[in-house]
């Protein structure tokens, strides 16, 4: 839409100026340290950081009813760097200035409803959000849009030469932050560190493609990460884990977005997502809080977190009561929801606090944990695939929690449910394959449903002439091999003339 064209009201605000002066503050201090550079933990007592806006209160000087205008207006603002993350730049990184801004296309990704038939068998209506319709097909790359926004402003203004990028990950961060460095060029390069053999082979191409050095190492997860952590304390890196706090502002944007997209009436649903390193949540709830303490959203949603049994340490503490709950990493076994395979969650202690927050401000029960089986999520997964809905492992985790929430009564057949399908399907296409051939019993205890289970079917044409590359049929072969198939599928398909 032309700027002229946009109520005149608006037409000011569309374009936002820097703003604010966000600071680090330290979760357990409470120190806080300006934003000119990069900080992961706290520099005073080692602490875990969040960013906050100081001066928050300007945000409330105007009702949520102008931010909902301007959000929804600005969806038809056709400038690059006020889209996707940046739609909500005064409530991601407002100090940041537009030039500065990454853009690649993240952050619009549809939430689609599961047809009546699914939402029955399940015992809610449903939506999937799809995020696996994001550049590099993870939520990542909402939090790296706002990371590697931050990088490019410290290398403008502090006018550094090479900043080398480090991540260790399940997969889709390092997929997600050697993509968004790479787009900024000479100036920036990435290192990831995968855990070898339990990123997918789509995961890993991801990375190489995007032209990061990619070091695989032995052990899982948690042992990538306390390399990188060692990495980064030693030399000048820049650390893209969870522990920059600037992913979590720009993941911020995924309830942000569901906000826009239920036309910020919140109050009958429950966000379910699958918990791993605790940051997509961590960022749900700060998001949401904020849009609430802004007057954007009136009633928050309830949100249910789930956690495969064979990495549940957020379970656990989640499942103790109040007065007895103690945090302890666990070791992981193999899961198929292998992006959420984290014993030790780096952002456990900024969900806690948060997680309290949130009870405070959406009350007794909004905010539960539900662990799920290894069968449960991937027959949840091939569900939703045979209705039409094409989510990950991830998003089979999602479905099955669902259903274990409203069987444990914690979410109501009531509510409307949306569950985030982390990352595109097809990452995890692999574990689909095992499944169908029956590969997952050992390592991972899954048996496989014959009536799940699908394999090309094969056709035998005995001595009959075939066609091969290279090599067509003269036309009467041709035609008995085409009479003959026809044959063989009308059969294998129970099909009569
Ligand atoms: C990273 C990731 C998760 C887990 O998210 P956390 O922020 O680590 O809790 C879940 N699904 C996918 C596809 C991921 O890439
Ligand atoms: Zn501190």
New binding site residues.
């Given amino acids: 839409m032309l700027l002229e064209d946009f109520p005149s009201d608006i037409r000011d605000y569309l374009e936002p100026k820097p703003q604010g002066h966000p600071v680090y503050e330290c979760l357990s201090c409470s120190k806080q340290f300006p934003t000119d550079r990069l900080f992961y933990t706290c520099p005073s007592c080692g602490g875990l950081m969040m960013i906050e806006d100081p001066d928050f209160q300007r945000l409330r000087a105007k009702p949520g009813s102008f931010w909902r205008r301007l959000f929804d207006y600005r969806l038809l603002y056709n400038r690059q760097a006020t889209r996707g993350v940046f739609t909500f730049h005064e409530f991601i990184a407002p100090s940041l200035p537009l030039e500065d801004l990454v853009y690649l296309g993240e952050a619009h990704s549809p939430v689609v409803a599961a047809p009546a038939e699914l939402a029955k068998e399940v015992g809610a209506s449903f939506y999937f959000k799809m995020d696996g319709q994001n550049p590099s097909a ?3 790359d909402r939090g790296m849009a706002a990371a590697l926004s931050f990088l490019k402003h410290l290398v403008r203004i502090k006018n550094l030469d090479t900043v080398i990028a480090v991540c260790a990950s ?4 390092s997929a997600a932050a050697a993509l968004y460095a790479a787009s900024l060029g000479g100036s920036v390069k990435s290192a990831v560190l995968l855990p070898k053999g339990r990123v997918t082979p789509q995961q890993l191409s991801q990375p190489l493609g995007a032209g990061a050095a990619v070091f695989e190492l032995p052990g899982v997860f948690d042992d990538c990460m306390r390399v990188v952590e060692r990495l980064s304390d030693k030399y000048p890196v820049a650390l893209l884990n ?1 522990k920059n706090p600037w992913r979590v502002l720009g ?1 911020e944007s995924y309830a942000y977005e569901i906000a826009q997209q239920f036309d910020y009436r919140l109050g009958d649903i429950v966000l379910v997502i ?10 749900i709830l700060s998001g949401l809080l904020k849009f609430h303490r802004a007057g954007l959203v009136e009633r928050l949603p309830r949100i249910l977190a789930v956690q495969s049994e064979r990495a549940n340490p957020v379970f656990l503490y989640y499942n103790t009561p109040i007065n007895r709950r103690t945090y302890a990493p666990v070791n992981v076994k193999p899961s198929v ?1 292998q ?2 395979m ?1 014993g030790d ?1 780096v ?1 456990f202690p900024r969900l806690s606090k948060l997680a309290a927050d949130y009870e405070k401000a959406a009350g007794e029960y909004s905010f539960g944990v539900v662990e799920v089986n290894e069968q449960a999520i991937m027959e949840s997964m091939l569900l939703a695939n045979r209705r039409g809905l094409t989510v ?1 492992t ?1 998003g089979g985790e999602c479905l099955a929690g669902l259903r274990a929430g409203l069987i444990k009564g914690l979410v109501s057949p009531l509510e409307t449910a949306v569950l985030d399908s ?2 595109h399907a097809l ?1 995890f296409v692999d574990f689909q394959t095992a499944y169908f051939e029956g590969r997952l019993s050992q390592e991972y205890g899954i048996v496989t449903n014959p009536k799940l289970a699908n394999r090309p079917r094969e056709l035998s044409f005995g001595n009959l002439k075939v066609p091969a590359v290279n090599q067509p049929l003269r036309p009467d072969d041709e035609d008995t091999f085409v009479t003959a198939a026809v044959g063989k599928i009308a059969e294998s398909l129970g099909l009569s003339s």
């Fill in positions: 993870s939520f990542k399940t997969g889709d961060t969870s993941q699958p918990v791993g390193n605790a940051g997509n949540i961590t960022a929801a992006a959420a984290i969650p952002s990950c991830q982390t990352a990452k």
